[in-house]
């Protein structure tokens, strides 16, 4: 079992949206996603995709996009982007799912999963960072509010159970033999490179590991990767990862 990412597939099988015009990256992006996830994924594998699915604006209208994501390799965990216009209550996502028989495909919303022996993922949408340009008070709610559903996530682990488990709760000298993953849509950085409260939390938590998405084209180069403060971070944006879904472990 390997666990990988990537963000951000923009997906438009029920919609003209063409997306080369953001570039000549996206000429034919669905059939290279598929191609390289066909390639790189196997059935056992997990793969995390934090948000910008889909450009339906409604969750009917997002059904071929979730048959597409379902009929690829693996196991998905899905979590909200800023243009999921489609995200709903997690009951209605689930229903969803069951109904389509989509059963490869979980939603991420104040939970949490384990995805292996001993690696635990979490995360929320995330927003835009104070210190970015124009981070108003509306900002600064929704922002408070992310912060709020990501220490919800990782709360959540005590509350679940790996399957091979008995029903004790892991203790806290258990807890730093966990790998912990975060998955958010937003960097947990603004535009100049500074760690926000996202960080503060997830150094709180013992996060091992960071994905995120969001930025594209010239705003790679707002990219923060690397170790920082022991969090590994990483951008998983599809079209920076060519559409090839990255390893995580």
């Given amino acids: ?45 997990y793969v995390i995709v934090p948000g910008d699915i889909s450009w339906a604006t409604y969750l009917s209208e997002a059904k071929e996009d979730f048959e597409y994501i379902h009929m690829l390799p693996g196991k998905k965990i899905i979590s909200k982007g800023n243009h999921d216009y489609w995200w709903a209550t997690l009951s209605k996502l689930e229903k ?12 991420m919303q104040n939970n949490s999963f384990w995805l292996g022996k001993n690696i635990i ?44 488990m008995d029903s004790e709760v892991k ?23 500074e760690a926000s409260e996202f960080v503060d939390i997830m150094k709180n938590f013992g996060v091992h590991d960071c994905i995120y998405g969001h930025l594209h084209g010239e705003g790679f180069k707002n990219a923060v990767e690397g170790n920082i403060s022991g969090i590994e971070f990483k951008l998983v944006s599809a079209d920076y990862l060519d559409f090839k879904p990255f390893k995580i472990v």
């Fill in 1 to 45: 079992m390997a666990v990988y990412a990537i963000s951000d597939l923009h997906l438009a099988l029920s919609m003209d949206k063409p997306m080369d015009i953001f570039g000549n990256r996206w000429v034919n992006y669905m059939q290279k996603l598929k191609k390289s996830w066909q390639e790189i994924v196997t059935d056992d594998d």
């Fill in 96 to 107: 969803f799912v069951m109904e389509n028989e989509f059963y490869s495909i979980s939603f």
């Fill in 121 to 164: 993922l979490c995360g929320t949408r995330g927003w835009k960072c104070p210190g970015d340009e124009d981070f108003s008070s509306e900002d600064r709610k929704i922002y408070n509010r992310e912060l709020q559903r990501l220490e919800l996530s990782l709360k959540s682990i005590r509350q679940n159970k790996k399957d091979d």
């Fill in 171 to 193: 203790s806290d000298e258990e807890k730093e033999d966990n790998r912990i993953i975060v998955a958010l849509h937003y960097p947990p950085f603004n535009a100049k490179g």
